[in-house]
């Protein structure tokens, strides 16, 4: 049952005689942020008086008198100028607690009108070593997807990837010209990856030169410049120590700047013969392609992240020019200076579909991708999970959807904010790099390991291997999705990996400590759960701990409703806590009577399911022993 929806849903009937807008107002039921006004609260009573022009006292007290909810509210009490305290009984709680303990589902019921969604999330590009960058999209996709699905939607997992870009004329060239064929015939994707990176740092000179020619000396844009120069300049000189195919191809130019200037063009120019069907650089893109998705399935299965769907670039490009087309052929695009656009508003600038030289946008494939998902899933929503700084982009491309004919569908830009580092900045390595997702993930076991080694080494290697490979996956998760997607947030290992605080680690062990109850009383859990015995809520935490579990409903709703996984987070933090001070206060295996005990043990139970649930929905696993 969610306590929330039942009561907003007694407060809608109770107003409905009173205003059309009962249900509207019966919203502003919410859970009491202090215990000393009860535990949940409501606030209709005040606007509503606005609107009736009575005393919105007396309005409260009309409508507590035509309020119906049998024997779950043990009293309601009007506060301050109409706020309605609401208490619960506490013998209504109990048997609700043991009716959820027989429940695999906790008291979450499925949708009553389930929809449909597709979530496009991660998106890499695929011929890089994904970064720090994806980790928020993916992770934020992923739990969307778990909390959807458990609350009975249908929901299509579309990985968008990347595999059509600059990214692969970059490869080319560097296949072309950089090779280690004996390292690629024996480590294909390290070898790529050395290779992308290579080129990379070759081509991005060019940038920093063309800068220092266009800023006079003592601009900040130029003094940037002359740092990443600075930067530049001594990569290369390391590299072409390195490598001996290096130092030959910087052999050919006087100077630096035209080095990375022809690496660069050369690279736009592989890229372009690819968009253009030469035979040798697609046979060089098909070569490349699954060694590139290997690696990506090999980074998402330590995730534990998983697609429907891997659509690129590549397979949407055949459909761009009909897309183009049938814009035009409606009148929703027109020709300006070459260019086909979409004009939007006079005071904004046109959604550009094809250049001048009649190259694609991501709009025009974003199109395709909108009429292809239609067709295929026949969605009720599309959600896109992509960084906020890509807003203007999802809201022009949205309108042109709607213009288009795609009005039925519900399109959503899940914005999300930047990991930034302890300077405030974006996050980087010491070098000013970009961090790997990858080398991360192995720092944060690594970190974990260290914690598990000391709490609990009587666990055998395999075992403190498996724990360390689930804490440290866990906080890196966990660190992001207990901020408000729209948030900033700051790295920190510190807090991330606290055994006391915020983080994934504390909820892991908060989950291992009634599981370890059971170990030691050697209960059955599942025999428990078959005939629950009552529950007795005597001690405050043991009454505090049994509504908070009873909120797990109402809080999947929030979090849904707003795609907000940090909600997820927020409740089980504060479960943790809740079961925390239950801990320390009421005994189970050595209560006072056996019925006291067998009460607290359904908690206990009830404690542990709830927490590895609702991580499970965050990505992130349990571990019975830490």
Partial sequence: MNLARTLKTA??????????????????????QNPKFGDYQANCAMPLGKE???????????????????????????????????????????????????????????????????????????????????????????????????????????NHIGDW??????????????????????????????????????????????????????????????????????QLERLRGEDPRVAALAGRFPVAAELSAWVAEQSRQETARLHAGDPENTALWQTFMPYCLAELERVYERLGVGFDHWRGESFYNPMLPGVVGELLERGIAEISEGAVCVFLSR?????????????????????????????????????????????????????VARRWGYDRIEFVHVSFGTILGSDGRPFRTREGGTVGLEPLLDEAVERARKIVDGKSPELSETERARVAEAVGIGAIKYADLSVHRSSDYTFSWERMMALDGNSATYLQYAYVRPRSIFREGRVDPVALRRDPPPIRLRQPEERELGLRLLRFPETLEEAAAELRPNAIAGYLYELANAFSAFYHSCPVLKAGTPEERASRLVLCDLTARTLRQGLALLGIGTIDQM
């Fill in 11 to 32: 407060f809608a009937r109770a107003m409905a005689g009173m205003t059309p807008g009962a249900p509207a107002y019966a919203e502003l039921v919410r859970a009491a």
């Fill in 52 to 158: 009736l022009g009575r005393p919105p006292r007396e309005v409260a007290a009309e409508i507590l008198e035509r309020l119906e909810l049998g024997r779950m509210v043990a009293r309601g009490e009007i506060a301050g100028p109409g706020f309605i305290n609401l208490r619960l009984a506490d013998d209504w709680l109990a048997d609700e607690l043991r009716r959820v303990e027989q429940d695999e589902r906790l008291g979450v019921e499925p949708a009553a009108q389930p929809r449909t969604f597709v979530i496009d999330f991660s998106s890499p590009n695929v011929a890089k070593p994904m970064h720090v960058g994806h980790i928020r999209s993916t992770i934020i996709g992923d739990s969307l997807t778990r909390l959807l699905r458990f609350l009975g939607h249908r929901v299509v997992t579309d």
């Fill in 165 to 234: 870009g600059t990214q692969f004329g970059m490869l080319i060239f560097g296949y072309k010209h950089l090779l280690d064929r004996q390292a690629f015939d024996a480590r294909p994707v390290a070898e790529l990856a050395r290779l992308y990176r290579l080129v990379n740092t070759l081509a991005e000179g060019t940038e920093a030169a063309e800068r220092l020619r266009l800023f006079p000396p003592g601009h900040a844009d130029r003094t940037d410049a002359a740092a990443r120069w600075e930067r530049f300049e001594a």
């Fill in 347 to 399: 005071d904004r600038a046109p959604c550009l579909v094809r250049k001048s030289d009649g190259a694609f946008l991501y709009t025009t494939t974003d199109l395709a991708t909108v009429k292809y998902r239609a067709e295929q899933f026949r969605p009720d929503a599309i959600l896109y999970v992509v960084d906020q700084r890509q807003s203007l982009h999802f809201q022009q491309f949205f309108e």
